[in-house]
Structure formats: structure tokens, C-alpha cells
């Protein structure tokens, strides 16, 4: 069996089976040098945090002006609004 065959005999629901990711992990990292992987590994998850905790911080200064208050709408927009009580 390919590792391809491997992968899609694995991949069930859009996520991988723990022997999927076993196979990739060993397959990146040397495993005889387990410091060196280590390492390696340890570095690309830090990256990956920063991406995340990064992107997190752009969104939400896009919901709030300042990064403090809730936004709200204006009065100027809220005035078209229909009364659901009044008919």
C-alpha cells in the first residue's frame, strides 16, 4: 500500500485517523535524533500560535473601533427601522 492509499484509507469524516498522522510525523522528523525533532516540531507549533493568536487580534480591532467598546449603529441608521408594536 502507497502512502497516498495509506492517507485515504485513513481519512474518514475530514479528519485523519491517529495512524494517519503517525506515519506523516515520522515520515517529517528524524526520530533517531529526538531532541532535533523535538525541536523542530516545537518551533512550527510556536509559529503556528503566533499565526493564530495574530489573526485573532486583526479580527477582533475589525469588530471594534478602539478595541474596547461594542460597536453600535448609529442613530442616523437605526431611523428607517418599523416598530413591531405599532400597525
Not at 516540531?41 to 503566533?50: A, F, P, S
Amino acid at each position: 500500500m502507497s502512502s497516498a492509499e495509506a492517507q485515504r484509507a485513513y481519512q474518514r469524516g475530514g479528519f485523519m485517523e491517529p495512524v494517519a498522522a503517525q506515519q506523516q510525523f515520522s515520515q517529517q522528523y528524524d526520530l533517531a535524533n529526538p531532541e532535533k525533532a523535538m525541536a523542530s516540531y516545537q518551533k512550527i507549533l510556536h509559529q503556528h500560535t503566533k499565526q493564530q493568536y495574530e489573526s485573532a487580534t486583526k479580527s477582533s480591532r475589525r469588530r471594534s473601533p478602539d478595541g474596547s467598546e461594542m460597536a453600535s449603529l448609529s442613530t442616523e441608521s437605526s431611523r428607517g427601522s418599523v416598530s413591531s408594536t405599532g400597525s
